[in-house]
């Protein structure tokens, strides 16, 4: 699938200066990293920060060359930077590897991930401060050996800074904001900094790790992760399904404990967590399902929620959830899509047909029309039989 690779300019932008580091004064005194089992684990050697971001020197002369050439056009320097990465990626395709820098551009072929990792390593070339925001589809599941993956993506922002700045505050003019996905059906679901950048590209290879069984590996990388970002409630999750896959569930269920402590969730998490708590400890399940109540934070959790009734066979439930999304998430094609299947399993063909339709027609991507597709045409053969 080739990248879809869109440029915008963003005017009167204002926001907290964001540089590529990480202040190890932002850790908690205590994270989660401190309940891992290391005994389990011998540490490897993982990827520096550095060369995540290092480029070819071939890369870089490049990028000065283009520089140099539209030095006297009427644009900011992260516009032509916005252009010179159009140029220079926008024809990618998408496999889902998680690439450093320099092994993206010479394989042309990765993630979102790896696109933003570029995107961070030219604008380091010329000095433009760059932020991220974090936006969220609805779960691309992939099963593989027990595991449900889930997938979301970040939009690069280059910023062009005034001149003008106070110790805390920088305002800027304008922006070039950088999406790979445009066309995909998605919300913002917030700021994200470069050590998130950073973090979700160690936690993507520790997934990856997890799923070739290769512990030691995953557990290197998520030690990385934690560093950048101690708090991330995905990151602290495959923490806690790495100790449950070597075999420590009561490790893993001390993480999990740790997270809904801390309040340091998300509804994965707390999902995951729910499994480890017996059926007789109803004062703690009962508390971990309110807070999987208030855990949606985008409509694709609530989805997932929603999902996870389904499967229980509480219909209504779901539906409690899901119906309020069509107020103002009425064009998501997956909030239909989930409304028809639990139509069709209540046994309402004629409603779910309806639902799956309304799911063809606000769908933009094309394998998800060819899903519902599929879906819509076993209905209207089930009803004429």
Not at 125 to 130: A, M, S
Not at 324 to 339: R, V
Request: glycine share 2%; proline share 4%; aromatic share 12%.
């Amino acid at each position: 699938m080739k990248w879809l690779f869109v440029v915008l300019t963003a005017i009167g932008l204002l926001g907290c200066s964001s540089t590529p580091t990480f202040s190890t004064a932002d850790k908690p005194s205590m994270t989660v990293a401190s309940l891992f089992n290391h005994a389990l684990f011998t540490p490897q050697p993982v990827v520096s920060e550095q060369a995540i971001f290092s480029l070819p020197q071939s890369e870089v002369q490049a990028l000065w060359q283009y520089v140099e050439k539209h030095k006297n056009s009427d644009i900011t320097i992260d516009e032509l930077l916005g252009n010179f990465l159009q140029n220079k990626i926008g024809d990618f395709s998408y496999d889902g590897a998680t690439f450093i820098a320099k092994d993206a551009l010479s394989q042309r072929s990765e993630n979102c991930i790896s696109l933003a990792i570029v995107s961070q390593a030219y604008a380091n070339v010329l000095g433009i401060k760059t932020s991220y925001a974090k936006v969220d589809s609805y779960p691309v599941y992939q099963k593989n050996k027990s595991f449900v993956l889930t997938s979301s993506h970040f939009k690069t922002k280059l910023i062009t800074p005034r001149e003008q700045e106070d110790n805390s505050m920088m305002f800027f003019s304008s922006g070039t904001i950088i999406d790979y996905f445009p066309n995909q059906d998605s919300v913002f679901s917030g700021n994200a900094t470069f050590a998130d950048l950073v973090a979700k590209f160690y936690t993507n290879l520790a997934v990856s790790a997890l799923l070739a069984a290769d512990y030691d590996k995953a557990y290197s990388l998520l030690m990385a992760a934690l560093e950048y970002a101690p708090n991330d409630p995905e990151t602290i999750n495959i923490s806690a399904l790495l100790h449950k896959h070597v075999g420590d569930r009561v490790r893993a269920k001390q993480i999990y404990a740790y997270a809904a402590q801390q309040q340091l969730t998300s509804t994965n998490l707390l999902l995951n967590y729910l499994n480890y708590i017996p059926a007789d400890q109803t004062a703690l399940r009962e508390s971990i399902l309110a807070q999987l109540e208030r855990s949606p934070a985008s409509p694709f959790d609530t989805l997932t929620l929603a999902s996870s009734y389904i499967d229980k066979q509480n219909y209504r439930k779901a539906k409690k959830l899901i119906e309020p999304l069509l107020l103002n998430y009425h064009y998501l094609p997956e909030i239909h899509a989930e409304l028809g299947k639990i139509a069709y399993l209540e046994g309402n063909l004629q409603a779910a047909l309806v639902y799956f339709d309304q799911a063809i027609n606000k769908s933009r991507e094309t394998y998800k029309k060819t899903l519902y597709s599929a879906k819509q045409n076993m209905l209207t053969q089930l009803m004429v039989q």
